[in-house]
DNA sequence: GCTCATTATGCTCGATCCGAGCATAAACAA
DNA sequence: TTGTTTATGCTCGGATCGAGCATAATGAGC
């Protein structure tokens, strides 16, 4: 059934370099630092914002709370990454989920560092805004500030016309640099996918790979800072959104689009709720993170069809109207269907 | 706006710790070694296949394409695999994505060994069965020979009624370890939504917690290897599926679970099919993969009218019955539909 | 050449889902 | 009391989808 023909293919060697018996091998994989990053999020006044350290001193720069992966004191990456921010921040995790582990180099160096190499892994954790002390509450701030023209909660933001789109059209008329036959796709085709311009549609869960464009075309901050030669060779022009060291900012913008993602198919929108909340609120939640495409009757009947919650048998008053009923999530679905989540179409804006 | 209270809570040194200004930290952050693994899959016979390396000597176990990351030699994780992958096996991988960066202490480890902490970065690649050739043919396995109870394409697998469903609730009934509160569904709803029995359904890109619910009960053999508990003091039975080195069998399961998501929002399943096809070909492959719910008329229906494929004049005769025309894959539907793929309807089997 | 088995392909019917809007209910403010 | 505001219930038409019927085109066996 096996042949042992592929076994001749597969040098031992390079097996053995990988996992030796006993024997060091410092020489062949050079030790690396493990980075692991928290994108923490909640929503706070129907805004969705994520926990940052402000780093005061030179440049103003936010990042992510984070620190290095200690195999010796922690079990697992998770595990780290929970006592890291429990240290840094006194917050105890609740929902977390791994997004991505970057290696590229360059985009972390600072010029001028001897640093060893350091790879970031990326965890999206989710968290309920009545946990927010208000010693923290400075610390948190909106997505949006990092990443204006995701916010389409107002329509379309300007900010796409007014400086996005024009720059990204005269990038993608630059000479493309020697050898980038990795992209089928071409630069106009990109523009037109991200950003929903000459009749595409916005894709809300494709906020990494925007990001990835303005930083292709050297339209953020983090381009210019990192030398990547679109950034240095043209347009000296303010960079739309606030920047974030080392590749916080990707980071974040990962996790963005697996939020918006995953509330789809999970019912992870309700870590970022009170226990009991009316159905009026709980769109807006969705709407902070997703963008105001939902009909609010048919939101209802969504949400109650699913299962998803139930009602307290509580009312909230001072609406500002009728009384709302109170709801809790009913945790059962997750017993009862394979995929529960606010299964809001995607690409309807 | 933003307040310095939380600039006391989180110590500066922390920070420069974790990257500090042209100092060493190797003390505080031991280096650990990065390996990255890559899950190819193709299918061959209507059969989904995984490229695997099989260790002679003692006991045989197969192992997954893997060699450690260099960052002097590799500027990303993906190009570093690209290369120890086309090293080891000669293929020049195409479709690439990361699945997940495991760090746990333990799982790696083979007892008596004082190696180094090996951090696993695991890869889905996804090939075309004519790219193999015949000498590497004996390297590829059928991903059920490790997973058998994840074959439902003869319909519901005896093995989960005759060994794995009734060892499980075996388990159930054991007593818990001390301190198991993180489980907030009890073992028997576990139990219950993974193997779809007393009227769960079955969701067929669950084969990650199907694999570790069966890890924690001690029912595969790496959970023996690995020392597990559960599998030390009970039921030294014949244990399902083929083991893996490492954490290899971990990887390919979200690798299984990973390629049957995918597909039914991105055009991936191309990946897997050679330049023209007929529909009924297509509609085997992604059987294969996920399963036999597929109605042969709506899928075609469904991918045509998607517009994921489209004519290229030609016939196929010899199909056994009328010829069939064949298609290729219309790449343009990357640019009309955010999420295109084979849409089948998760969970109805 | 005729018949039959086999596969390919086109089409329809009914259930369900979903977007959109109408209508009513229950609070508060002027 | 009236108007405004928010909550909630319901309906209608279009799109989608599961399931099945019906026809078309090949090769095999006679």
Redesign the interface.
């Known amino acids: ?7 001749r ?3 031992r060697e ?2 053995e ?6 024997t ?2 410092r020489q ?8 692991l990053n928290a994108a923490i999020v909640a929503v706070l006044d129907n805004e969705p914002v994520v926990l940052v ?4 001193g030179n440049g103003v720069q936010d ?1 992510l ?8 004191k ?4 998770e595990g ?1 990454l929970r006592s ?1 921010v429990s ?4 917050i105890d995790l609740g929902y977390v989920e ?1 997004l ?2 970057f ?4 985009r972390h160096a600072q010029p001028g ?7 970031s ?1 990326g965890y999206l954790a989710l968290t309920d805004a009545s946990q927010i002390d208000e ?5 948190w ?1 909106s997505w949006y500030h990092y990443f204006p023209w995701e916010d389409w909660r107002k329509g379309r933001p300007a900010i796409l016309e007014s400086e996005i789109v024009p720059r990204l059209r005269e990038w993608a008329e630059r000479p493309q640099l020697s050898g980038d036959p990795a992209r ?2 071409a630069r106009h ?1 990109r523009i ?2 991200c950003f929903a311009v000459d009749g ?2 916005w ?1 809300e ?2 906020v990494l790979d925007r990001y990835e464009l303005l930083y292709e075309a050297g339209l953020v901050e983090e381009a210019r800072r990192d030398g990547r030669e679109a950034a240095l060779s043209w347009s000296p022009v303010p960079r739309p959104g606030a920047m974030m060291r ?1 590749d916080h900012r990707r980071i974040l913008a990962t996790a963005i689009g697996r939020t918006r993602a995953k509330i789809k198919y999970r019912p992870v929108i309700f870590e970022l709720m009170p226990p009991d909340f009316t159905l009026f609120e709980l769109q807006r939640t969705v709407e902070a993170i997703l963008g105001p495409h939902l009909h609010k009757q048919n939101f209802r009947r969504l949400v109650e069809g699913a299962g998803l919650v139930e009602p307290t048998g509580e009312m909230k008053t001072r609406t500002g109207g009728r009384p709302a009923k109170l709801y809790r999530f009913r ?1 059962e679905v ?2 009862e ?3 529960p989540g606010v299964r809001v179409k ?2 309807r804006v």
């Not at 062949?28 to 980075?35: K, L, S, T």
């Not at 350290?53 to 005061?56: K, N, T």
Request: aromatic share 6%; hydrophobic share 30%.
């Open positions: 059934m096996v042949s042992d023909a592929n076994v293919r597969i040098p390079s097996l370099r990988h996992h030796p018996k006993g060091s091998m062949e994989a050079p030790a690396v630092e493990i980075g350290v402000r780093e005061d990042s709370p984070s620190g290095p992966f200690s195999p010796l922690h079990r697992t990456f780290g890291w240290e840094q921040t006194g791994q991505y582990s290696g590229d180099r360059g560092d001897e640093m060893p190499h350091v790879v892994v010693a923290q509450r400075g610390s701030r089928p796709v085709d037109r996918m595409g549609a894709d869960e494709k080392f945790k997750l017993l269907r394979p995929a995607p690409g």
